[in-house]
């Protein structure tokens, strides 16, 4: 009987549980496609650094760069550090969508996405470290934890409810003939924010969200001055916002998600904050006191007369 069975091919018993136990093989971490798109990303890194930011500046010998985090005679105030950890985060995530489209399970396109936002702002730091910047610890820490930040997001599918956002704002110069010393880029045109999605939020606590799925509230931090104008007038804004999530609204009007069009719109919406769509007040932290409501777009540097 055990012959006849043989050689009519059947599973002697027990043979299917030992094969639905055993462990499904997984690709490699770093085959040929992976390998070419994550060189041609990173490649493509330096590239952009050249023409943003390094093609104008002073070049020096190799060095590093102590920039003080967000205090107020930091680089930029720490504009700079909320910067880099938001652009990490979206890294983070369009690199694991990236990975996933190879073939890549779950994990490894995490890992894989964690690892390209972390060498990405390792070849920043090091093109850094040949300007008069110099090379940041600083800036590489904040690089790793934003992308660590929406890798953990979407292991625990919080990434509904929290999100990371850039966005543009007015912003004031003063004249020519009166600007102080600086250098370096001048974020006093960005808001830097972390997103409490209540479509995500709500239903998590019990509460059906209704018409407040299209809202969300976020905590900011920008910095006003801090290339162009003196001291006296220069701030570091804490702030807190409600909002517009224009994503949610975007796909309750029809906006398809499984389209490549709706998938480049709506990442776009989900990474920037669009103008005029969020108002909230502001706490300087370098003057003590409060703006607001307002977009994040109220600096005046004329407050003070130049010499």
């Keep these: ?129 040949f300007t008069e910047y110099g090379a ?47 250098h370096g880029g001048d974020y006093s045109k960005w808001v830097h924010s972390a997103d409490l999605k209540l479509n995500g939020l709500l239903p998590r606590l019990g509460v059906r969200p209704g018409p407040a799925r299209f809202l969300l509230v976020s905590f900011t931090y920008g910095t006003k001055g801090y290339r162009f104008s003196p001291v006296e007038v220069r701030e570091r804004n804490v702030g807190v916002d409600l909002g517009l999530n224009v994503e949610e609204v975007l796909r309750a009007v029809g906006v398809p998600p499984g389209k490549w069009w709706g998938k480049a719109v709506l990442a776009f919406v989900r990474y920037f904050r669009i103008p005029w769509t969020a108002f909230g007040w502001r706490y300087d932290l370098n003057s003590g006191r409060w703006h607001g409501p307002d977009t994040g777009d109220v600096f005046d540097p004329g407050a003070v007369i130049y010499d």
């Design 1 to 129: 009987m055990d012959r006849l069975r043989a050689d009519r091919g059947d599973a002697a018993p027990g043979a299917a549980e030992d094969v639905a136990a055993a462990p499904a093989l997984r690709a490699p971490l770093l085959d040929r496609k992976t390998a070419v798109a994550s060189a041609g990303i990173l490649a493509a890194v330096p590239a952009i650094g050249w023409y943003t930011w390094w093609a104008d500046e002073k070049k020096t010998s190799f060095h590093l760069a102590n920039e003080g985090w967000f205090g107020r005679t930091a680089v930029a105030g720490g504009a700079d550090k909320a910067s880099h950890f938001v652009v990490s985060a979206m890294l983070e995530d369009a690199g694991e969508a990236i990975y996933r489209s190879l073939g890549k399970d779950e994990r490894q396109a995490r890992l894989l996405g964690v690892g390209l936002a972390a060498l990405g702002g390792l070849v920043i730091e090091t093109g850094d470290g």
């Design 136 to 182: 940041s610890w600083e800036d590489l820490t904040t690089n790793v934890l934003g992308a660590l930040a929406a890798a953990e997001l979407k292991r625990t599918g919080w990434d509904d409810t929290v999100g990371f956002r850039l966005g543009l704002v007015k912003k004031r110069i003063p004249d020519p003939c009166c600007r102080s010393n600086g």
